[in-house]
């Protein structure tokens, strides 16, 4: 199925295959609408999401103003790339993008929760549904907090709409 670009949905610009099959995980929640959910191709390095964010999908955002994406890079523990990415979106489109992800690399949390990537990505979908902070609480996720409440307080009523 595919997204009705003039109703409220998110778009998911991943940064790698990792990144990608997690989000494809979060997609299989039974308590999402999918036709309001898409994940793009890999775009292959956090730069590039960055680059095809503001080449490709910020205008497009802006013709379509029910759309919001979420760029899901790695941080490779690097606490300046969230400012970085940040002075990257246009002002007018700050409240409609969302910058998440693994503050190394999804490997390493993988590795700590012994989980397939789809498998933590079903498991962050149960929490934004069931309200709860369970894997977000990780460590390697929490610094997501500030990022996922603006996102949930966003997304939530027309993507988890089934409970």
């Known amino acids: 199925m595919s997204i009705n670009k003039h109703k409220p949905h998110i778009i998911v610009l991943p940064e790698d ?3 990608r ?3 494809n995980g979060f997609i299989l929640d039974l308590n999402l ?5 898409q994940v793009l191709p890999e775009a292959r390095g956090w730069q590039n999401v960055v680059e095809t964010f503001t ?3 910020a205008s497009t955002m802006r013709q379509y103003p029910h759309r919001m994406i979420a760029l899901l890079i790695d941080f490779d523990e690097d606490k300046d790339r969230l400012i970085y990415v940040k002075h990257q979106i246009p002002d007018n489109l700050k409240n409609r993008v969302f910058v998440l992800g693994v503050l190394s690399e999804p490997e390493s949390l993988r590795r700590d929760i012994n989980k397939k990537f789809e498998e933590i990505g079903e498991a962050l979908a149960k929490d ?5 902070n369970e894997l977000w609480g990780h460590a390697l996720l ?3 907090k500030t990022e996922l409440d603006r996102m949930i307080s966003s997304v939530k009523p027309f993507l988890f709409n089934f409970k």
């Open 17 to 19: 295959d990792a990144n």
């Open 21 to 23: 099959q997690i989000a």
């Open 33 to 37: 609408n999918s036709r309001a959910i």
């Open 55 to 57: 080449n490709d999908y």
């Open 128 to 132: 934004c549904s069931d309200n709860t």
């Open 142 to 144: 929490k610094h997501n």
